[in-house]
């Protein structure tokens, strides 16, 4: 797969991602990409705008390698993107997203039951 824009979740104060690889994360099965300090923009524009350069060059970010069963957390509106998975395996991904009491994403989560 090839490597997604840099996005934010959200843009709500108090939610947090947790993810939860189920094999390792390696450069060559594409790990998440951040923008460390993102989350504090009070921007909002998508990734194809030319402002995003305003949030850092490529010495800015940080792409973790992590273990199988590691915990990964960051904030919601952390601007971030999966990079190219070049390994041709699978890289499955189990998360949540933790909520502080009051506080909900209802665009990416709307109020509808299945």
């Known amino acids: 797969s090839s490597s997604q824009n840099f996005h934010q979740d959200g843009f709500e104060p108090g939610l947090v991602n947790a993810f939860v690889p189920l094999v390792p ?3 060559r099965n594409g790990p998440t990409e951040f923008r460390p300090g993102s989350h ?3 921007w909002d524009f998508d ?3 030319a402002g995003l350069d305003l949030l850092g060059d490529k010495d800015d970010t940080v792409a973790p390698a992590i273990r199988q069963g ?4 960051f904030d919601y509106r952390v601007y971030h993107r999966g ?7 699978p890289r499955p991904v189990a998360y949540i997203v933790y909520a502080r009491p009051g506080c909900t994403d209802r ?3 709307p109020n509808v039951s299945l």
Not at 83 to 89: F, I, K, P, T, Y
């Open 25 to 27: 994360v390696t450069a």
């Open 40 to 42: 504090k923009s009070m």
């Open 107 to 109: 665009y990416n989560f």
């Open 47 to 49: 990734s194809d705008d």
């Open 70 to 73: 590691d915990l990964l957390l």
């Open 83 to 89: 990079l190219a998975n070049c390994s041709g395996e």
